[in-house]
């Protein structure tokens, strides 16, 4: 009962001061246009992989990979629609996430949870039609973000990270199950693995940044309960198991493994002489700016190659 007098209190307060809004930039805060933008990237990775692996042309699966995009986007909005109604009364709190539409009030909690419906029916749907598989994988990754991340985990455990990367990582497989059902080759596992795995450090780094806000939130956030020296050690443990699943990518292409392998490496040198170097909130910054130049550059590299094997039977 408490919390629901804190987010009352700040609609009210909020809802005054508020400029309004025109309705498409509602919508996306509340879907999270931003986290379905960057996760749709490592979907068309693992999608373009399953391609050039079964040597399929995208032009005869035109339908799946339309079905695919537009499924993926909107379970993903879904997932970031559930989590804006459920956390209303810690994202009040916190100072990067009060002014949220579903904390202010601009848009009604009965809309959003209509909205958050509607998108997973249509988005597994999609999914289903590409491939029973893909559908699959959508709905664990959903169902995972929801329910044992959202409801359970953030607010109760530092492990709440280990859960939620779960989810975080399954893109790569609903791409690949869009094309092919059968998701046990190593290369797409091991994209998986290093999906969950990268999500550890980089969001340690925001978790440091953002020290302020998880505590007042009451969020377990590793740094906040453990301290850096834990977060700096589990860091640099998470990233030398990066470097070790690397090699997995080496069963469909040297090259992409030593991409994997260079970056995950590097990434531990910048850890290590960044941690010595400068105080925690300059090491976390240089943490979170290369977590996002890794997969950037390590999904980019995998579509683009991919392509070009598919286009040019390399």
Known sequence: MQSDVKVDQSVESSSETMPKQPLSKILAQTVKTGIIKSNLIPMIAGLTLALYK?????????????????GSALVIGAAGSFNNLYDRDIDAVMQRTKNRPTVTGTINAKTVLILAIAMTIIGLGALAYATPMAALMGFIGLFVYVVPYTMWSKRRTIYNTEIGSISGAMPPLIGWAAIS????????????????????????????????????????????????????????????????????????????????????????????????????EKWAKSMFIFSLYHMTILFSTIIIYSLIGIFFNL
């Open 54 to 70: 079964n040597q399929i042309s995208p032009f005869d699966k035109t339908l799946e990979i339309i079905c695919a995009l537009f």
């Open 181 to 280: 059902q059968d998701i046990t080759h190593p290369a797409i596992i091991g994209l998986f693995v290093l999906t969950v795995l990268w999500q550890m450090p980089h969001f340690y780094a925001i978790a440091i940044r953002k020290h302020d806000d998880y505590k007042a939130a009451n969020v377990p956030m590793l740094p906040v309960v453990k301290g850096m020296r834990r977060t700096y050690i589990q860091t640099n443990i998470y990233l030398v198991l990066l470097i070790g699943v690397s090699l997995l990518l080496g069963t469909l292409s040297i090259g992409l493994m030593l991409v994997a392998l260079i970056l995950s490496i590097w990434w531990l040198l910048i850890s290590i002489s960044g941690k010595r170097k400068e105080n925690p």
